[in-house]
């Protein structure tokens, strides 16, 4: 079974400028997520869709950060204008359904802005 | 809201050592629990889960028990090897809250021969 997808691994830009993050959950899972893991602390939920819907975005910060599921299925996350706090590591994770099961996750993508 | 509170880091053992990492949460409802373990460079992979109070989880000789009266979910190891130096991540899903996952800060455990 492929696992989740995530690409690029590694993008560094300047402060003010724009990034994408793309993901591809394994196939027939309903749940994606995408985490946010600064150096030294824990992910922490940015955005939860179940299918092509969002659950859960109150941890997005909405007036830079935005993120769709068309289809369902492939995730793209965006950063429009980064900020230097911006850098981190981006996790996707993808999961069967909603309730106590195992989340199963990319392997991040590290941005570093400066 | 939820959280979940893991010992502080980084721990370092010698082979064959007994490991304890303890983690305690706070949680509305009755949420299911985790360990999540990062390689060296690579994703975070689920260890071990227990989805209701006095479960035990294990996987790989380690093992946790959901304790609801102390909120705990501890991981425990009886004998180390230096195949085991990760960084070890507590976390909960909340059903009454969409599932929405909360994760510690994580535990770095480094073991040497």
């Known amino acids: 079974e492929a696992g989740v997808a995530q690409s690029p691994r590694y993008k560094i830009i300047e402060k003010r400028q724009s990034v994408a993050f793309w993901c591809n959950p394994i196939s027939g899972h309903a749940t994606l997520y995408w985490y946010q893991q600064i150096l030294g602390q824990g992910p922490k939920l940015l955005i939860q869709?179940?299918?092509?819907?969002?659950?859960?975005d109150s941890q997005l910060p909405k007036d830079r950060f935005s993120a769709e599921r068309l289809k369902g299925v492939d995730s793209t996350l965006k950063i429009q204008p980064a900020k230097l706090e911006d850098s981190a590591v981006y996790l996707c994770a993808s999961s069967s359904r909603i309730q106590d099961t195992e989340a199963f996750f990319g392997q991040g993508t590290r941005l570093t802005v400066v | 809201g939820n959280s979940v509170t893991q010992m502080e880091g980084p721990v370092t053992l010698s082979e064959e050592a007994f490991l304890t990492i303890n983690c305690t949460y706070t949680?509305?409802?009755?949420?299911?629990l985790f360990w999540y373990v990062q390689y060296p460079g690579e994703g975070l992979q689920l260890l071990l889960k227990a989805t209701k109070a006095d479960d035990k989880g294990s996987n790989k000789g380690f093992e946790a028990t959901y304790r609801k009266e102390t909120t705990s979910f501890h991981l425990e190891k009886g004998s180390v090897q230096v195949s085991d130096s990760a960084v070890y991540f507590c976390?909960?899903?909340?059903?009454?809250?969409?599932?929405?996952?909360?994760f510690g800060d994580g535990t770095t455990l480094t073991v040497k021969p």
């Open positions: 976390a909960l899903s909340d059903l009454t809250n969409a599932g929405k996952s909360t």
């Open positions: 869709f179940q299918n092509n819907g969002v659950v859960d």
């Open positions: 949680a509305t409802g009755y949420p299911s």
